[in-house]
């Protein structure tokens, strides 16, 4: 989005629109009923190719980044016309999911979703993973709040997709009793979130603690022995607070990377950006360079014994979000501002990076002394820098 025309991105989501048959085909398959949708692991055509149970019937938050997506394309280009015309069909599908997902437990006294494979692959079959219950509520709860705004906006749009959806309101009331009662796992003690039921019955042993001659874990250990560690493969509970960073406060976001940060083996090249981003995010500008310089050399330095095998392409994305939205600070929240909080190693001199904002290309720099931003489009853009409201007129360059 921020580096091609918006169509290129619109055109990955029409990718998913276009295989929510067979995605629906897929949840059938697993006794799912009424259009709820599973879309695959991995696909070409829409149809499951993956043939490790533990992903292909557990790793299924995938459905919620189906939505995700969604809303940030639509956070970030302003198209809400995409979602009446496609997306809320996939966006009711993905809700159906989850609301069969769940059940209703009484111990509880919550809805709980059991027997998943989270973000780290280095646990299966667990019960309750704080990413996955927390996606699914949200999912919910934005597929609701979207129904309701093409209800009064979009009328033909919503007429049509309830017609072929045949989606009732009593439908969309039972999925928000669900979302109301989910179950997110927290610990009082440490005052964070569970990244899933029993985690802490785990002995806690931090990465630095481990015989590098032991690494990697999954070329060293036996399954076995990984799976009763606790040692996380990739962002997990740290994926959820980096998706919707906005929902949570800086002392929450600081507690929790505090203690899954130590535990986390970074065995997967999707891990270092969102650890770095985060870092940055409260102000560890020295952690956030260190896991910069793991997504930026992953394969260069062949940190994980596996670059025979070839190239990570999501490390090379990860260490472009590691400068733009990591020490660029770049976000855009719910009410569709542009922000920069712009910080620099200080083992760089500077760095520069350029983006598209709906149509508006603007080119950051940032030294140790100094930050420009400039307007390279023909009209003004407003954005937030440092928490100050800053004016760029058109082709101008603007020092903060």
């Known amino acids: ?38 879309f695959p692991m991995v696909t070409m055509n829409g149809e499951e190719c993956h043939n490790e149970w533990e992903i292909t019937f557990e790793e299924i938050h995938r459905n919620g980044a189906m939505i995700y997506g969604i809303y940030n394309y639509v956070n970030y280009t302003q198209d809400f016309e995409y979602i009446p015309k496609y997306g809320l069909e996939v966006m009711i599908a993905v809700s159906r999911f989850w609301h069969q997902r769940a059940n209703f437990s009484k111990a509880k006294n919550k809805y709980v979703i059991l027997g998943v494979t989270g973000p780290n692959e280095y646990e299966n079959n667990v019960n309750n993973n704080f990413y996955t219950n927390y996606l699914a509520q949200w999912c919910i709860n934005y597929t609701t709040e979207s129904i309701e705004k093409v209800r009064y906006e979009y009328p033909e749009d919503f007429e049509r997709i309830m017609s072929k959806t045949r989606l009732t309101n009593k439908e ?37 603690d481990l015989p590098k001659n ?80 793991r997504t930026a050399r992953l394969d260069l ?45 200080k083992e760089w001199e500077s760095y520069e990076f350029t983006i598209n904002f709906r149509g508006t290309i603007i080119k950051v720099y940032k030294s140790q002394t100094t930050c420009k931003f400039y307007n390279e489009s023909g009209s003004e853009i407003v954005m937030m820098i440092n928490n100050n409201e800053v004016s760029i007129p058109s082709k101008k360059l603007v020092t903060v």
């Open 214 to 293: 032991e690494r990697p874990i999954n070329q060293k250990w036996s399954w076995d022995r990984i799976l009763r560690s606790c040692y996380i493969k990739q962002a997990d509970v740290l994926q959820g607070l980096f998706f919707f960073e906005d929902k949570f406060s800086r002392e929450e976001i600081e507690r929790n990377f505090d203690f899954y940060e130590p535990i986390t083996i970074h065995e997967s090249s999707l891990s270092p950006c969102v650890h770095s981003i985060l870092a940055a995010s409260i102000d560890r500008i020295p952690k956030a360079y260190e896991q910069y310089l």
């Open 301 to 345: 330095d062949d940190y994980n014994h596996e670059v025979h095998e070839g190239c990570h392409i999501t490390s090379m994305a990860g260490t472009w979000m590691s400068i733009v939205q990591g020490f660029g600070g770049m976000r855009i929240w719910d009410d569709g501002k542009l922000l920069f909080n712009p910080q620099i190693p």
């Open 1 to 38: 989005m921020a580096t091609k025309d918006a169509s290129v991105a619109k055109n990955l989501l029409l990718y998913r629109y276009n295989q929510l048959g067979k995605a629906i085909e897929n949840a059938e398959k697993l006794g799912f009923q009424n259009g709820a949708a599973l």
């Open 172 to 208: 969309v009331s039972e999925w928000g009793v669900v979302a109301d009662a989910m179950y997110i796992p927290y610990d009082e003690q440490r005052d964070i979130f569970l990244q899933q039921d029993g985690f802490l019955d785990k002995q806690i042993i931090p990465v630095k």
